[in-house]
């Protein structure tokens, strides 16, 4: 265990804002949970009783009758704008007096870096690198990120759950929203920043940067390992291998969407555009996870090869 | 008034003291008594500053504890106007906002003019931008707190940016009427990560150099655009007329590619970046306010959908 090197890169003064992000994206998430729930157990109440769902001012913050429903701005939410900017302020005064922002050498485009990162919000992409090539990891993929976040309240048919926390109402959305965000993105990020070493080459935490480690990658084509050799034929059999994937992704993410009643109901909403677009854009997040075991657990480098682009 | 022109030209002409109750000793027509009763007069008025014409030309209406200047001192102040008059009591709820956009807008206003401080600072150029990194770091007086301020803040920006999603997301807040300013959001927070890229360059070390190294490589490798992306060749591009090219100024990242950066950093996102907020929060204003926490729906009020 070399405590030292662990200490050298969680120190590094860029990667602190990793270690923030592992603090705050589990607090807020257990933040939210934790409202989700609570609203939950008073959507089952309301649901069995109707009676008090006709009365009920239906959200857990406590309302009595009389009281006024509308607060002023000034002072009640001026307060506490006012006291937010000053408390960040105080926060990035602190961090920005004990931390000095890194400088390196100066540009020098004969001396590599090892290794060289980008910054640490890209390191998710940077990451994606070793499973594909640049085109689809540092073009595709970014582009099909902000299309499909743009996308998502065009193709949400879901009319619950808008304005308050829950779960119960929400759950496709919810897991969907969370392995994007929490093990695609920010895994990624700090598996970018914290476990990839020199060479872009996996450390365990602890394990020393050597910067002559050597792996022997014995990484193959699909079709080298089935045997293929001619291009025409494998050109074809890469094709099929993904459309295969895309078959059974797409009817593996149907099977999940239609299991409850309520997802049902809520398919019956979506327009034929609306749900081949989600199929796209859910189809090309499992194949990021599908791509990596492919690669971590049976050392597969490209699926589909052909003269112009590989997959 | 009358009464001060009366003085003053007393004053000058050393004659003519009729001001004042006559009871004190005049010196050259100047009634001590009189002056000690208005310097009285403003030194009590300061006591009340806000009966001064000076505050109330500036803020217009007094404030006291009536709810109407209370609506009044939100909604004819130029800065506090985005806000409605009166919100919804739950809206105030910490636990429901989580206030990451509003830390947001902060951070960018903090970065504008941490941002602002270090231009005088900053030549962008090869021979210059580093040794001005060093010169902020060692001799301008708080340089180093200034450049430290505007990099955490940047970090922090992305962070806040990322969790005001997370929370918006969550709470639903993105359905109907909302959608488009989720659009809007995204774009933002693309707009935010350019601005904390395109700053990773500036200070020409090999942190900033190698890191966009990597990045701009990526735009190589851009389909029919890229001279490494697939069809790039069957497009015609080359090393020296694809994206990248178009994006360093240059097939390296060299002197070009800073001063675009540079540019792109201080003056062209920051306006997309003013501008797209702008629209953000009037949309979150003529959306109905902030989304919640609102009255839960229950399943069976699902309404059958009209086309």
Not at chain 1, 17 to 32: C, K
Not at chain 1, 197 to 206: I, S, Y
Not at chain 2, 71 to 84: A, E, K, M
Not at chain 2, 100 to 105: N, R, Y
């Amino acid at each position: 265990m070399d405590w030292h090197q662990l200490w050298t890169i969680l120190s590094l003064p860029d990667n602190v804002p990793i270690i923030g992000l592992m603090i705050v994206i589990p607090f807020y998430t257990w933040y939210a949970f934790r409202q989700a729930f609570a609203n939950d157990r008073l959507i089952e109440q309301l649901e069995a009783d109707p009676e008090m769902a006709k009365t009920h001012h239906r959200k857990t913050q406590p309302f009595l009758k009389g009281w006024a429903r509308e607060v002023h701005v000034w002072p009640y939410l001026l307060r506490i704008e006012f006291l937010a900017a000053i408390i960040v302020t105080a926060i990035l005064m602190v961090w920005s007096i004990t931390l000095d922002a890194p400088l390196e050498e100066p540009a020098n485009p004969t001396l590599t870096m090892n290794p060289s990162k980008a910054p640490w919000y890209f390191l998710g992409l940077q990451e994606m690198l070793v499973y594909f090539d640049p085109w689809i990891a540092g073009v595709v993929m970014p582009t099909l990120i902000i299309v499909g976040l743009i996308a998502i309240p065009y193709i949400d048919t879901n009319p619950l759950g808008n304005g308050y926390y829950t779960y119960k109402q929400r759950r496709f959305a919810i897991w969907t929203y969370l392995s994007g965000f929490i093990i695609l993105w920010c895994v990624m990020v700090v598996i970018g920043t914290l476990i990839r070493g020199p060479g872009w080459m996996w450390f365990w935490p602890g394990q020393t940067w050597d910067h002559n480690k050597l792996v022997f990658e014995v990484n193959r084509d699909l079709h080298e390992i089935i045997g293929i050799t001619d291009p025409l034929i494998y050109g074809i059999f890469g094709f099929l291998v993904v459309a295969g994937f895309v078959v059974l992704t797409g009817f593996a993410v149907h099977k999940l969407l239609t299991m409850t009643e309520f997802n049902r109901k809520i398919l019956d909403r979506m327009t034929l555009l609306q749900y081949l677009t989600m199929q796209l854009l859910l189809i090309t997040m499992v194949g990021l996870p599908a791509k990596m075991a492919a690669r971590l657990l049976f050392r597969i480098k490209y699926v589909w090869v052909t003269p112009w682009f590989n997959v | 008034m009358a009464e001060k022109t009366t003085k003053k030209t007393g004053q000058e002409a050393g004659t003519n003291g009729t001001a004042g109750n006559g009871n004190g000793k005049r010196l050259l027509g100047i009634d001590p008594e009189a002056i000690k009763a208005k310097a009285i007069e403003d030194l009590e008025a300061i006591k009340q500053p806000t009966k001064t014409d000076l505050y109330k030309s500036i803020f217009r209406v007094k404030h006291d504890e009536t709810p109407r200047s209370r609506t009044l001192g939100v909604l004819s102040n130029v800065f506090l106007h985005l806000h409605p008059a009166k919100i919804n009591r739950d809206a105030v709820a910490y636990n429901y906002t989580w206030g990451m956009g509003g830390i947001s807008f902060y951070l960018f206003w903090v970065l504008t003019w941490t941002g602002v401080l270090l231009m005088f600072y900053y030549h962008p150029t090869k021979v210059q931008a580093f040794r001005d990194i060093l010169y902020l770091e060692h001799d301008v007086p708080f340089g180093k707190l200034l450049r430290n301020m505007h990099r955490w803040g940047a970090h922090a920006m992305v962070l806040t940016v990322w969790l005001h999603m997370y929370r918006v997301f969550l709470t639903g807040s993105y359905k109907k009427p909302r959608q488009f300013n989720w659009m809007v959001g995204v774009i933002l927070l693309v707009l935010t990560l350019l601005l904390s890229f395109t700053g990773y360059l500036l200070p020409d070390d090999q942190l900033g150099f190698w890191a966009v190294t990597v990045g701009t490589n990526m735009a190589r490798a851009t389909p029919m655009l890229g001279h490494e992306g697939p069809f790039g060749l069957m497009f015609g591009m080359t090393a020296y007329n694809d994206v990248r090219f178009a994006l360093l100024g240059g097939s390296i990242v060299d002197s070009n590619a800073l001063l675009r950066a540079y540019i792109w950093h201080c003056v062209a996102i920051p306006g997309f970046a003013a501008t797209f907020m702008i629209v953000h929060f009037w949309r979150v204003r003529k959306d109905g306010g902030i989304s919640g926490p609102a009255p839960m729906m229950l399943e069976k009020e699902i309404k059958p959908l009209r086309r």
